[in-house]
């Protein structure tokens, strides 16, 4: 059987790592960091353990289907979120609850649209037939061409053609009258690194998603109990992991990649190989396609960076939740902030992930590990974070005015992690946290290719090839690619 060299150990490398040795292929994992998770990672300091990525997942039986793929029992186990999370308004002292019980939802919604429960079924209605129309059509396919993806896409039931020429908060304001609904549903378009005024309406099957298809889950332990579950799985398999090993060039003869590369000048051979770093950087980085130049990239449209910051905190915060999202009074021209603007952001949004609020063990007795997340502009838009710690300042004073608590005098520890962070040590293009956006000509056949357009026996997995950006999509990814490496054979 042959030997298969995966570059980079994110969710999608490690996936498809599990398949690929289900399948008796002999498998090499080269790691950029010192450890595995890629932007699923854990930070550990002072005696805090930090997920720094992703703090949660939806459509769960993608991981039971790979589970089943692969013979195995999944490494970990996960619960359902409920409420899914919580929002809260500037100025506000109201907290809602997002529960998926819609006649619970609704109860909160009351004042504001008396009839949001009505509303909200039949949005539901038309996201779920969204989501069911072209999930297995769309999402789940290898395209051989872009001739193949526009024949799938003429097979989209018609009725839903009218989306395409929306935004996902056009379609959210045709079915709800007050801001704060329109606000709190619109704001899972975040997930995938755009605001709702500029993702299409399409992604409105996201709601479906949460609110009837399969939820969100949180996972015991930590959300990177998934990359240790997976890389003992793995390292028991037999299969070798290689870290603070980069990639830097290249070898090849015609048509075939020979080999590839590190920054010690050892080259590393195999049959066949499976990049999980960014498609598109590592196409424009290290093979220097022209498709994917300096011009080029920068043409591209790309996600909004992420301002990740970590702090640890004596005391407990029974009064926060698990995951809360705090907002301000001008949604869509902090938005249009997030894309476009330069100078710093003030009275910033921003996430608030209390990871050991059922986690115990991930922060000392009587403390608390709080992840916090702010959309910010990426390096295109903002090229230098030197004003990083005021940004950090700014928010941990929103936060403590909104918690009635102020957090200063607790810190015992801080980290930060600014776009140029994430793109020094993730290989991020330009720090755009989940690399292209999914703009039309960007998603299906129109994204990087999960096959390299030169060499035969390279392939991609990941967020910035198909289907997309996501936990759940980078496990689809992993199907995917490994259908093209059996079907070459």
């Known amino acids: 059987m042959k030997d298969i060299l995966i570059v980079g150990a994110g969710v999608g490398g490690l996936s498809t790592a599990l398949r690929l ?10 790691e950029k960091n010192a450890q595995a998770g890629g932007r699923m990672n854990q930070l550990k300091q ?29 490494p970990f186990e996960y619960v359902g979120l409920d409420p899914l999370y919580t929002v809260h308004f500037r100025d506000s002292e109201k907290t809602w609850h997002l529960h998926r019980d819609l006649t619970k939802l609704a109860a909160q919604f009351q004042e504001v649209e008396p009839d949001f429960e009505a509303h909200m079924r039949r949005y ?13 059509l769309i999402i789940k396919q290898n395209f051989n061409s872009v001739a193949a993806f526009v024949y799938a896409m003429l097979h989209v039931n018609p009725r839903h053609l009218p989306v395409i020429f929306r935004s996902f908060w056009q ?64 390292e ?126 991930l922060a000392p007795a009587g403390c608390e590990s709080l992840f916090f997340v702010c959309p910010v502009p990426n390096l295109l838009v903002k090229p230098h974070w030197d004003d990083k710690d005021q940004l950090v300042d700014s928010i941990l004073a929103d936060f403590s005015r909104r918690i009635g608590e102020d957090l200063n005098a607790r810190i015992l520890t801080r980290v930060i992690y600014t776009p140029e962070d994430w793109q ?3 290989n991020l293009y330009k720090g755009a946290g989940l690399g292209l956006s999914h703009t039309f000509w960007q998603i299906g056949g129109f ?16 967020a910035s090839t198909v289907p997309g950006a996501g936990i759940p999509m980078a496990v689809i990814s992993s199907r995917l690619v490994v259908e093209r490496l059996e079907k070459k054979g």
């Open 171 to 234: 379609q959210v304001n045709r079915y709800f009258t007050s801001k704060e609904a329109r606000e709190i549903i619109s704001l899972v378009a975040f997930f995938l690194g755009k605001t709702p005024f500029d993702t299409m309406a399409v992604y409105t099957l996201l709601s479906h998603t949460e609110f009837q298809h399969d939820g969100y889950y949180n996972v015991k332990g930590g959300m990177y109990a998934i990359i240790e579950g997976f890389v003992k799985q793995l």
């Open 236 to 361: 028991q398999s037999g299969v070798r992991f290689v870290y603070n090993t980069e990639i830097v060039d290249y070898r090849s003869t015609g048509h075939q990649l020979t080999a590839l590369v590190d920054q010690h000048g050892q080259s590393w051979t195999a049959d066949d190989y499976v990049i999980n770093a960014d498609a598109a950087f590592f196409r424009h980085r290290i093979f220097k396609r022209k498709a994917f130049s300096a011009a080029r990239m920068a043409k591209k449209d790309w996600t909004m960076g992420f301002f990740t910051f970590y702090i640890g905190v004596q005391g407990k915060l029974p009064q926060v939740n698990h995951h809360n999202y705090y907002l301000g009074n001008d949604y869509q021209g902090y938005a249009d902030k997030v894309m476009r603007a330069s100078e710093s952001l003030e009275k910033p949004y921003y996430y608030v992930n209390v990871v050991s609020k059922y986690n115990e063990e």
């Open 21 to 30: 040795v289900k399948r008796g292929y002999t498998v090499t994992i080269l």
């Open 447 to 462: 994204r990087p290719k999960n096959y390299d357009e030169t060499f035969r026996n390279v392939f991609y997995v990941g």
């Open 424 to 426: 020094n040590g993730f």
């Open 124 to 136: 539901l209605k038309k996201s779920g037939a969204l989501f069911n129309d072209t999930v297995d």
């Open 46 to 74: 002072d005696g805090f353990t930090f997920d720094t990525g992703p703090s949660f997942f939806s459509m769960s039986y993608e991981f039971e289907e790979l589970a089943a793929d692969c013979g195995l029992k999944l």
